[in-house]
């Protein structure tokens, strides 16, 4: 839900299932104990570009108990002093706030953010990846190929039809009348 001129979290609904929720780019400015209630089992949250000026605004993420990852950035909040700090501070289950960690080494992927969700999300991505990648061959071979033999093909049979026909079916046509011509007796 980025960039959808969000201003309230309150008909959020129920998601417990849900991991990551991007908020990024809204006019968010406070509620974020409703993600708690509604989607408590996040780990990835990137409220961004938000309206998010000050510390008791985001200590409602405490009861985010599975929150590995938080991205404020270009939130005003980032403007306060020791803002980094204080957020490690108050959300002590978090291991990166805006894509880095305590110690300023960068997230491994900022998308995969913990280390169930590297697992679940790289076989997603292969299960994703996988089906449209088998029909994109099949497509090229069939494509490469058949576009170019059936339309050489079609213009050949389409062009000498009645002579390729006659000595192509000239075998088949020997089974056939013995076909044929039971069907003719009967």
Known sequence: MANVELTSLAKLPTLSKLRKLELSDNIISGGLEVLAERCPNLTYLNLSGNKIKDLGTVEALQNLKNLKSLDLFNCEITNLEDYRDSIFE??????????????????????????????????????????????????????????????????????????????????KRKRDPEDEGEEEDD
């Not at 305590?102 to 089906?131: C, H, M, R, T, V």
């Not at 099949?138 to 002579?163: H, I, N, P, Q, R």
């Open 90 to 171: 108050l959300l002590q289950q978090i291991t990166y706030l805006d894509g880095f960690d305590q110690e300023d080494n960068e997230a491994p992927d900022s998308e995969d953010d913990d280390e169930e969700g590297d697992e679940d999300d790289d076989d997603e991505d292969e299960d994703e990846a996988g089906p449209p990648g088998e029909y994109e061959e099949e497509d090229d071979e069939d494509d490469g190929g058949s576009d170019l033999g059936e339309g050489e093909e079609e213009e050949e049979v389409e062009g000498g039809d009645e002579e390729e026909e006659e000595g192509v079916r000239g075998e």
